[in-house]
């Protein structure tokens, strides 16, 4: 999620054969993917008072006075590094603590006259502009920016972390790995946030929980560190199926920072896929979108809209849809939200040409496993099932995956009249149902019991 600004770990399965599965295995698992706890998990009394209440956080109170206390240092006819990088900073902080993306891109803008003007011999300004890159989903920059920074000179604890976050962004895993095992330090957040990741890749969950766990021990009393930390740990407990933890770790970071709308919006997608009150999930997302600027609450209330729909009424599901579209693909937000628009297209929307031309322009941002899957999908959603099923073989076979990928793979394998592989694949996005919508959901389910 664009929400989540620092990286998001990912939960993945290999599926590599296809061997035939025993049928009472396959049920099983149909009717295991059905079964869950009639205890509501989230409290609509709790949700209705954070709403009575909300105020703007402290943290977005300290950083308006350190905004305002630098940009009033900077002196136009005498423009310098400390006073305007500082408050390039608070922009960014501003940025993530309210998803006002006007101050990222202003914060952009006052680094690269800052680079400019100091001939690009800054290796911290590059460094700052890296991580922006990293958040607008703009890799390839990233990577191009990262090399400059590192031809300037950059201290070992920079170099490693930020070349770990850009390799796992555009799939160099082995890379990745190394830099990580440079990084081994047991009282590190940085080295525990990164290592989660990694673990979370292999399918070593637990350990990713308990790694991200740590982290936010270490995060000590920096409450913005800690806050995103737990709201790791509370997506990774989702991946789980852990989704009272996951609900007591939201809560636990709606206290740390009211203004945290990734973590309200994990209470809102408890309340959809466990709980089944579309009418709550509805009130946290619509509030969540009052509060931030980024559209991912559209997308959240597109998802509710499909999910409660009457069969045959789209119209509601059409017109949310539409309305994420309208703000995500505005051009400020590059690419960030291109994995959920290729969910619209070739869904709700009904537009597989559309997916398939956006699928191509994400490889030219990240040739990964994942995305590579994304263009298979959209191939085959688009009518190219030869083309999609070469893409699969080469690039997605054998790799690791997330749920949907996972769901769109056993779509696909489906479509191919390859119902052995298919259930593979849809035995394996089984295992993280929660992370998939209710409508692709209930489609595996239903495949996977008959």
Partial sequence: ???????????????????????????????????????????????????????????????????EFWRNRIDPARPGYVNESRY??????????????????????????VDE????????TLLALVSHRVTEHRFMDADSLLIRAKQIGLRPYESLTTSFDVDFELGRYLQARAELNSLRNPSDFGYYFRKSKIDHLDGELDTAIADMDRAAVLAGKNPFLRGVALSNEGDLDVHAENLGNARDVYMECMRLNAADMHSLMGLGWIALVH???????????????????????????????????????SIRQVQCANQFVARATHPMYGRMYNKYLLQLYTGILHDPAKAESL????????????TYAWYAWALFANGKKEQAYAVFKKKVSGQPLEALELCWMGRLMEGLNK??????????????HFDLDPADAQYIQKHLAQ
Wanted: aromatic fraction near 10%.
């Fill in 117 to 124: 003007r100091f001939k690009h011999h800054e290796a911290s």
């Fill in 88 to 113: 390039a900073g608070s922009l960014n902080m501003s940025f993530r603590l309210t998803g006002e993306f006007d101050s990222l891109r202003k914060a952009d803008s006052i680094l690269e006259k």
């Fill in 275 to 313: 709980d089944h009150d579309d009418s709550l999930a509805g009130k946290i997302f619509r509030f969540a979108g009052a509060h931030t600027r980024l559209p991912d609450p559209l997308f959240k209330l597109a998802q509710v809209a499909e999910n409660s729909a009457a069969p045959g009424d």
């Fill in 1 to 67: 999620m664009a929400l989540r600004q620092i990286f998001r770990v990912r939960h993945c399965f290999r599926v590599r054969h296809c061997a035939r599965l025993p049928l009472l295995f396959v049920v099983f698992c149909g009717l295991a993917g059905c079964k869950h706890d009639d205890k509501l998990l989230v409290n609509a009394s709790f949700i209705d008072s954070l709403i009575r209440h909300y105020a703007p956080p402290v943290l977005a109170a300290e950083n308006q006075k350190e905004l």
């Fill in 359 to 370: 699928a191509m322009d994400e490889l030219h941002n990240r040739a990964t496993p994942q």
């Fill in 419 to 432: 119902n052995y592989n298919a259930q593979q694949f849809y035995t394996a996005a089984q295992k993280t």
